[in-house]
């Protein structure tokens, strides 16, 4: 294994280390793994200047003994907020002819290096590696590679045998690669897919020790989730009328309301159908916090200066459409209700 | 004077302290051996349940608790992430222990109630894990100091990988009689409870990512994660990668679960069952939470039983109906009181009201007492009727108001009310809907207080010679300090609030947030005529 000793890999995941203090905690985190790796004692309480003096000089040893150290940024995008100082610094070290490093960054983000400032820029290197979701041969390999069994385990040979052949002709499918396309087109990464096949595995019927077409199926439709229609379907009778008389003063063109406002509309709806459904104020108001919990509503307004719950403008957080297509798959929703959506 | 184990703080102690401990030390000591957590706690130390007994202490979660049971899988399987989300009271946290409870698995349990910043959660996780108990002994330190992110994963790992390794050699060394006692399996599991308080938290931006990111950054397969939240999971926005948990969605309970959950642990269950029938889809129609309804469905069976003389008899059709006859005219009030919660009465104030009790909770759901149910002094409320009165009358009108006769009805002028003064008033309805209360300034609050209590006083001391009630002295600095006493009081208390400054004048504005029902009460207890001061349009 001769590459590992000629590289030493220090991984910095960003988004732990962006506290306040960036630089202190990377430079600290950088010292910690260098001396891990090379077994060294690290001391926590060194200072900043200690630890990046000893940065320097395990470049420079590491850069004398022909070793290569190999930074790799994650989500290094946040590094670029604010001045970069911790980016120019680790790419400026680079430059000197003594060390022997390479920084590679990871992002998400596909103009990540557009944010880099000029500086931080004209060391960087250009040169970038894109990831695309798998293609079709490699979704294929990759199942295969994920679900088949290896042969080199504990379970006996006709079990690992049965279950690879069982799981060739689910693979070979066309009802399979219909579903597992359905899927990756709404997420395409390989870890929604991994997902997806964990969620269809944990299915597998333990019975009988082999996967079925009808897991995968399972899996798929668990998968397709309307966070926002699951929360109509869960609201009361009260908090749906409180939903529809918010849409119907939104069609007024209202441009701003509240709960007052709200109350009034209900009212002039009873009036106006003599429903069974009217309540008192107080009930109102707790079925109104219930919505604003379940997040179907919210304030338009940022902090509420003081103001009681009841006088803050609030607003839907769900389309008309949405409401609408909720309240059709409702159970046992009011005839009154359906008939004021579609006016 | 010594103490029993050195505290790692100093601490100044009084002579009697120093005593208790020195008599208590031999029980302390002892106690201290046997308080010493084991591995055993991290898993429940209660009976284990079986498969069935789960199922039926949660009617209605049956495809949720199959789902998990299928996520967690058989013992020593590898999981990913799991996200349980649902509304409020329905079950997730109890199901989610019991179910671990039947599987008798090591876990370790956070609730972001409880440890409401980032320093708390990390150091409170890894206590259990280290098995760390803050006690005496440690002065109620946490075992290691965290509040990085970067920290924590660091520890996180020592600990988790000593605990495996200590749940593996403790396996290999028991015979099989003895880990019947233990915790199944070589995995152990972390639930994050209310996740959703996370959002709100100043780190969030970099917790919330971290939290969710965890099993990639740990990289164990003997590490399970459970986060359970009240919020969907497309509310929780990360610009980051992770892999997003697996989601199990808890619904809220249909009319049937309810019925099934109410009938349980019922006395006479043919009676309660056409108590159901009666109530359930009534009451279903404003809100199907367990913990509302529970509470008012308990009062209401109260009120239902009233003509029964014996709890226990199975009642027939004929009996059926008559109950329900009387407890028709019932519902609705108790429909409008659902959300109360009735005020407990004292232990001896229970004795003396025994007979009434039944009708007190009664009321105190529906009516919610027209009396004040909490005490201020007489002062306090005087400020609360002037503060009401100057958020909701206009500055402009106090002098009318408030001049020397006391009251303004007489001011009112009768006009014929034209189309564009109708439009106007809409307008101006529209605009106090809208804008809630007006806030003032400290000063003429203190003016409206000062003739209000000039007028009471006038009017009091008419009735009783001398005596008032009111403490208002003649010097008026006395007043004064005594008033703002209350004034912070109120604002305490949320009757007032503290409006935004006005940048021209440069004081504090205050806003009223009682409501007008309220007001009316504190002016009946004082035998003030609120409704003769307040401005109507």
Not at chain 1, 228 to 239: A, F, N, R, V, Y
């Amino acid at each position: 294994m001769g590459f590992c000793t000629m590289m030493t890999i220090v991984h910095l995941r960003t988004y732990l280390l962006m506290v306040t203090c960036v630089r202190l905690l990377t430079v600290q985190e950088i010292a910690r793994q260098l001396c891990v790796e090379h077994q060294l004692v690290f001391s926590k309480m060194a200072s900043f200047d200690e630890n990046s003096q000893f940065i320097v000089s395990m470049l420079r040893e590491c850069g004398l003994a022909h070793k290569t150290i190999i930074f790799v940024l994650d989500e290094f995008d946040l590094f670029a907020q604010g001045k970069q100082r911790v980016l120019y610094s680790l790419l400026d070290a680079m430059q000197s002819v003594t060390s022997q490093g390479v920084v590679i960054g990871i992002s998400c983000r596909l103009d990540a290096d557009q944010l880099l400032e000029k500086r931080v820029r004209s060391r960087f290197s250009h040169r970038k590696l894109l990831f695309l979701p798998p293609s079709e041969e490699d979704l294929d390999r990759l199942l295969e590679n994920i679900l088949y069994l290896p042969t080199d385990t504990d379970f006996p040979c006709e079990y690992t045998d049965e279950f690879n052949g069982k799981l060739k002709n689910i693979l070979m499918d066309g009802r399979l690669k219909d579903i597992i396309h359905a899927y990756l087109n709404s997420n395409s990464t390989v870890n929604s897919l991994l997902r997806f096949l964990f969620l269809a595995v944990s299915y597998m019927d333990v019975e009988s020790g082999f996967l079925s077409l009808e897991n995968f199926k399972t899996a798929f439709s668990s998968m397709q989730r309307q966070p926002k229609m699951e929360s109509i379907k869960d609201c009361s009778i009260l908090e749906l009328y409180l939903l529809v008389c918010m849409k119907r003063l939104e069609v007024k063109e209202q441009s701003s309301y509240n709960f007052n406002s709200v109350m009034k509309e209900y009212k002039s709806v009873h009036d106006s159908f003599q429903t069974s459904d009217h309540y008192s104020q107080d009930v109102c108001l707790r079925a109104f916090e219930n919505l604003l919990q379940r997040e179907l509503i919210c304030f338009a307004d940022n902090r509420g200066y003081g103001q009681s719950l009841e006088f803050r403008p609030v607003k839907l957080l769900i389309s008309h459409a949405e409401l609408h297509q909720g309240m059709k798959s409702y159970r046992s929703c009011p005839a009154v209700l359906l008939k004021l959506m579609d006016r | 004077m010594s103490n029993e184990g050195t505290p790692q703080i100093t601490r100044r102690t009084t002579r009697s302290s120093s005593a208790a401990v020195s008599i208590n030390a031999a029980e302390t000591s002892k106690t201290r051996i046997s308080n010493v957590p084991t591995i055993n706690d991290l898993a429940f130390d209660q009976e284990p349940i079986n498969k069935d007994d789960l199922f039926s202490s949660f009617p209605g979660r049956r495809t949720q608790i199959l789902e998990l049971l299928h996520l967690l899988g058989p013992s020593n399987s590898p999981m990913l992430p799991i996200f349980i989300y649902g509304a409020a009271s329905t079950g997730k946290t109890s199901i989610i222990l019991q179910v671990f409870r039947h599987l008798k698995r090591p876990f370790v349990y956070s609730s972001c109630i409880s440890c409401y910043s980032p320093r708390i959660l990390f150091e409170s996780i890894l206590d259990r894990l280290l098995l760390h108990k803050k006690s005496d002994a440690n002065g109620y330190s946490s075992a290691k100091r965290c509040e990085k992110p970067a920290d924590f994963v660091n520890f996180l790992r020592e600990a988790l990988i000593n605990i495996i390794n200590n749940i593996n050699s403790n396996s290999v060394n028991l015979s099989s009689d003895k880990l019947a006692g233990r915790p199944n399996g070589k995995m152990i599991y972390l639930i994050f409870d209310n996740l959703e308080l996370v959002r709100d938290w100043d780190k969030s931006s970099t917790m919330l990512p971290f939290l969710f990111n965890l099993h990639n950054i740990l990289k164990m397969p003997e590490v399970g994660l459970i986060y359970v939240s009240g919020t969907t999971p497309d509310t929780y926005y990360s610009s980051m990668g992770y892999i997003e948990p697996i989601p199990v969605y808890f619904p809220d309970y249909t009319e049937d679960a309810l019925r099934e959950i109410f009938m349980r642990n019922q006395a006479n269950r043919k009676l309660y069952s056409s108590f159901l029938n009666a109530v359930l889809r009534p009451f279903c129609r404003v809100t199907r939470r367990v913990d509302a309804l529970s509470i008012v469905f308990s009062s209401l069976y109260k009120v239902y039983c009233e003509p029964l003389k014996d709890l226990g008899i199975v009642p027939n059709e004929d009996m059926k109906r008559r109950l329900f006859a009387h407890l028709q005219p019932r519902i609705t009030p108790f429909l409008n009181g659902i959300f109360r919660v009735p005020s407990q009465t004292s232990v001896e104030v229970e004795g003396n009201k025994k007979a009434r009790w039944k009708n007190d909770a009664e009321k105190s759901i529906c009516e919610g007492f027209e009396k004040v149910d909490f005490h201020m002094s007489a002062s306090a409320k005087y400020l609360l009727i002037s503060a009401f009165l100057a958020s909701r009358n206009p500055a402009t009108l106090d002098a009318s108001m408030f001049d020397s006769t006391g009251g303004c009805s007489s001011h009112k002028r009768k006009r014929k009310a034209s189309e564009k003064s109708m439009e106007q008033k809409e307008i101006a309805e529209q605009e106090l809907l809208m804008r809630g209360p007006g806030t003032f300034p400290l000063e003429r609050l203190l003016a409206i207080f000062q003739c209000i209590t000039s007028v009471a006083e006038y009017s009091s001391s008419e009735e009783e010679e001398g005596s008032n009630g009111l403490g208002v002295e003649g010097s008026s600095s006395e007043l004064m300090s005594d008033v703002l006493l209350q004034l912070s009081s109120l604002c305490n208390a949320n009757f007032v609030t503290k409006g935004g400054n006005c940048p021209l004048e440069g004081s504090i504005r205050y806003r009223s947030t009682v409501s007008e029902e309220l007001a009316m009460k504190v002016a009946r207890s004082l035998r003030f005529p609120l409704s003769k001061y307040l401005y109507r349009r």
